[in-house]
């Protein structure tokens, strides 16, 4: 019997392996006895002293205070909790929302319930690259507006947006700009107060921290309504008793994603240059979403004419590597991709999707292995979709 190859793991923008730097902060956390940290014994200040210290990685990473560090349980409560907080503030005379046509599902949704509501919501378009029209989300920006969401980059073609007019547009109509920052945290850098963002939410497993651990940055003299009332954690932001070993993990991961920043930015640019260029080759008609937009060093999404994204996803599953058709929140759903069919797309190419996204663990070994397969896996495809269209199949 043949040992099987290792798998290869193409999948970091739906969620990151935990860095060995998460890891032992992790262990090292349990190992101890954690007290709570509302508690004023020794217990309880030193969980509040390692809450403390991963609030200041977190905000080092996404260059913030740590005082406008808000822990929570991930970036869709991030989202939600800007969202929710903003509106339950709102004046009567701002009842607009101002949205991408192209944010992760996170935001819509919040935008929709908002919507439930009595606010109006107004999605903006993108153009054929990916990138949302500047001009209509500027004019569309007014004194009824509430709050102007745009994500940094895209969760599953990695383009980033323009925001930094945008949040100077936002700033002088008094409108709080939110910005998912979910992708970008640990692969750009990212500046806050450059881009006027008032909001910025990120996410723990996105960067190689653990599951169930995100941050949403409130900017200074901000004040939201809380998401989740009854306690004082978080400076009464966010009631609830903090993870104090996953929050640990979260600071480790963002610490070492600082660290690690320029230098991984260049690597991975150089795995997915090559990724591409050979897909080029291989399969002269296939499509890179969003190519001549600027993009994440990471982040590939192609579709290869005739072949059903899901079905290709699979069969490169059986073959050991883990890709995706987008974002992670959709899967098992037969929807094709929003965010392809906004930039102008059609249905079956929606349907065609993949993504490939790389990061801290991966290796060239990892991209040439996938190289050298994916042309047996397409052949593959191809075959059983010719014997399932047969007549009599």
Known sequence: ???????????????????????????????????????????????LARIEQAREQVAMLIGAHGSEVVFTSGGSEAIAAAVRGVCDRAPASRRRIVVSSIEHSAVLESARLAARRGFVVVRIPCDHDGRVE?????????????LAALHWANNETGVLQPLEQIGQACRAAGAPFLVDAVQAAGKLPLDPGEHRVDLLAVSGHKLGGPQGTGALMVRSGLVLAPLI????????????TPPVAALSGFGAAAAAAHTELKREAARLLRLRSRLETRLRTLFPDVRIHGQAAPRLANTVNFAIPGLPGET?????????FA????????SGAVEPSHVIQAMGFGEDEARGAVRLSLGWSTTEDDVDHFLRRIPEVVEQVRSGLKQRRRPGA
Do not use: W
């Not at 290709?312 to 050991?320: F, H, K, Q």
């Open 229 to 240: 009332g009854g306690g004082a954690q978080e400076k009464r932001r966010r009631g609830g």
């Open 323 to 330: 890709v995706s058709t987008g974002s992670a929140c959709a």
């Open 312 to 320: 290709l996803v699979i069969a490169l599953d059986l073959a050991g």
């Open 134 to 146: 500047v001009g209509r989300f500027l004019t569309t920006l007014g004194e009824d507006v509430v």
């Open 1 to 47: 019997m043949t040992d099987r190859p290792p798998r290869v793991y193409l999948d970091h923008n739906a969620t990151s392996p935990m860095r060995p730097e998460a890891v032992e902060a992790v262990r090292a956390a349990l190992q101890r006895p954690i007290g709570n940290p509302s508690s004023m014994h020794h217990e309880g200040r030193a969980a």
